[in-house]
């Protein structure tokens, strides 16, 4: 296997912890009985989505360092996704910490919107990969 395959497999395989664990927060995030599960999640995912989060955007950029990319354009706009996916799951992380410590915070009527958001950023990010315009 070379440094590149490597360097794809890892990138792939942090994506896909990373996404799926944002989409499963965004699904329970609206619901106002689940705190609980929000505390759990809270509590075994955070790290290990924020930790494929780290490692999606550093094999990522490793990746387009080896392979040469960082000259071209589709690169910059995949960044630009990636890096938006990354402030997603920031916002994602604050709710979930305000859920679980303010008692009675209510969740944000805009949060039943983010699953939609992140499968629009994680589908547009994975056709510019693909393409490459």
Known sequence: MSLHEFLKVMHILAVVVWIGGMLAVALILPRPSDKS????????????????????????????????????????AKLVLAFTLAGVH??????????????G???????????????????????VAVLKP
């Open 37 to 76: 599960i929000v505390a759990v999640m809270r509590a075994r995912l955070s790290i290990a989505v924020s930790c494929a989060m780290f490692a999606a955007l550093i094999f990522g950029l490793a990746m387009a360092v080896h392979a040469g990319w960082m000259g071209q354009r589709w690169i910059h």
């Open 90 to 103: 920031g916002v994602i992380t604050g709710q979930m910490r305000r859920m679980t410590t303010v008692d």
């Open 105 to 127: 915070h209510p969740s944000p009527s805009w949060l039943v919107h983010l699953p939609v958001v992140i499968g629009t950023l994680a589908l547009a990010t994975i056709a």
